[in-house]
C-alpha cells in the first residue's frame, strides 16, 4: 500500500482537460510544499513534470500544471494530446524519517 | 550531455548481497544529492534511499533499512547501493537519480535526471 494514494486510473478526450489527486497526510502532502509529479511512459524511467507543487522544469509544456490544497495534491494536464498517455506519479517530502514517500500511480488513458 | 548509467543487476538468490553501480557524467555530481528509486514487475515507484552530495546524510526506507547501505564515490562520480540480505520482494527494476536542487542535504524537492535502471531478480 502506497503512502500516497491517486486513483488508478483517468482518461480524457483530445484537447480536454483531466485532473489527477493525490492525497496524502499533514506529515507529508499537507507539511510541505515539496510535492512532485513525474510522467512515466512503458518500459521508459520517469520524467519529472512538477516541482514543489507548480514549477515546471524546462523544457515541459505549460499544460501541465500542479496545485495543492491541505493533504492533497492535484496535476491538471490541459489541452490532451496523444503523447500524454501515460503513468503518472506524485512524490512528497515526508520528514527526515520517511523522507520521500510516492503515490501509487495513475494510468492516463487519452480515447 | 547529463547521464547516469545504471550497472551490476542481475539474478541472486534470497539471503545473498549484490551490489548495484549509477555512473554519472554531464554534471558536477558531488554537487547533487542521489537517490535510488525501485519498480517491481508490474508495479509502482518506490523510493528506497538518498545521501547527501557529501555523503553526509543518508535516508532509507523502511523497507530496506538495515539491509540496504547507499554510498558514494566523487573522485569517481559514481553511486553504489549495497544489498544485503535480499528477499525476494526486493525483486525490481532500480534507478538511480539525480537531486534536482544542488547542496541539497535535508528536503526533497524532486529528481530531474533518472538513468535507464538495472534490473535485481531475488529468485532461488
Known amino acids: 500500500q502506497s503512502a500516497l494514494t491517486q486513483p488508478p486510473s483517468a482518461s480524457g478526450s483530445p484537447g480536454q482537460s483531466v485532473t489527477i489527486s493525490c492525497t496524502g497526510t499533514s506529515s507529508d502532502v499537507g507539511g510541505y510544499n515539496y510535492v512532485s509529479w513525474y510522467q512515466q511512459h512503458p518500459g521508459k524511467a520517469p520524467k519529472l513534470m512538477i516541482y514543489?507543487?507548480?514549477k515546471r522544469p524546462s523544457g515541459v509544456p505549460d499544460r501541465f500544471s500542479g496545485s495543492k490544497s491541505g493533504n492533497t495534491a492535484s496535476l491538471t494536464v490541459s489541452g490532451l494530446q496523444t503523447e500524454d498517455e501515460a503513468d503518472y506519479y506524485c512524490s512528497s517530502y515526508a520528514g527526515s524519517n520517511n523522507f520521500v514517500v510516492f503515490g501509487g500511480g495513475t494510468k492516463l488513458t487519452v480515447l | 550531455q547529463v547521464q547516469l548509467v545504471e550497472s551490476g543487476g542481475g539474478v541472486v538468490q534470497p539471503g545473498r548481497s549484490l551490489r548495484v553501480s549509477c555512473a554519472a557524467s554531464?554534471?558536477?555530481?558531488?554537487?547533487?544529492?542521489m537517490h535510488w528509486v525501485r519498480q517491481a514487475p508490474v508495479k509502482g515507484l518506490e523510493w528506497v534511499a538518498v545521501?547527501?552530495?557529501?555523503?553526509?546524510?543518508?535516508y532509507y526506507a523502511d523497507s530496506v533499512k538495515g539491509r540496504f547501505t547507499i554510498s558514494r564515490d566523487n573522485s569517481k562520480n559514481t553511486l553504489y547501493l549495497q544489498m544485503n540480505s535480499l528477499r525476494p520482494e526486493d525483486t525490481a527494476v532500480y534507478y538511480c537519480a539525480k537531486d534536482l536542487i544542488p547542496w541539497n542535504s535535508y528536503y526533497y524537492y524532486g529528481m530531474d535526471v533518472w538513468g535507464q535502471g538495472t534490473t535485481v531478480t531475488v529468485s532461488s
Open positions: 545521501i547527501s552530495f557529501d555523503g553526509s546524510n543518508k
Open positions: 514543489e507543487v507548480s
Open positions: 554531464g554534471f558536477t555530481f558531488s554537487t547533487y544529492g
